[in-house]
């Protein structure tokens, strides 16, 4: 498999999995927060606040992975990769689960890190290899 269609299934893997996450937090399915010792029942609107997040940054990198804006779904996924970042650093500023914090949020992050790179890099590669294919324009003389 090139690396082209490995960095899609990755980038579509994490597309859906935010689309996922969204929709758990906005549904009434009883999602908690992973890593917090409480989660917020008093009607605060939390949840609801965390599914709309996770839902708009999903159709924001779903839409960029359909048109085949790559770089700029690399970009965008780099900047995605700071949510999970400061998801772990408020699991651990509010003393729930090292585990947790790292395990999930950190490890979410650096996936998508990896992934966003990975995209950047594909997308390098590529810009490379034409302006080498392109000759550049002959200079006019004075």
């Known amino acids: 498999m090139s ?3 490995i960095n899609t299934v990755l980038a579509a893997a994490v597309v859906l999995f935010t689309l996922y996450l969204g929709a758990s937090f906005v549904l009434p399915l009883g999602t908690v927060f992973p890593g917090l010792p409480t989660w ?3 009607g605060s609107g939390f949840p609801l606040i965390k599914g709309s997040r996770e839902i708009a940054m999903g159709l924001a990198m779903g839409i960029l992975l359909v048109t085949g804006h790559r770089r700029a779904l690399g970009l965008v ?3 995605v990769a700071v949510a999970p970042f400061g ?3 408020n699991v651990l500023a ?3 689960s ?3 914090a790292f395990g ?3 490890l979410t992050s650096a ?3 990896v992934t966003g790179s990975l995209i950047l890099r594909e997308t390098g590669k590529a810009r490379k290899a034409q302006e080498t294919a392109t000759p550049a324009p002959a200079a006019q003389p004075a």
């Open 94 to 96: 509010h003393h729930g």
């Open 87 to 89: 998801d772990m650093v």
């Open 98 to 100: 090292t585990a947790a």
């Open 104 to 106: 999930i949020h950190g």
């Open 3 to 5: 690396p082209k269609k």
């Open 77 to 79: 996924l780099l900047m």
């Open 40 to 42: 917020p029942s008093d």
């Open 111 to 113: 996936l998508i890190a």
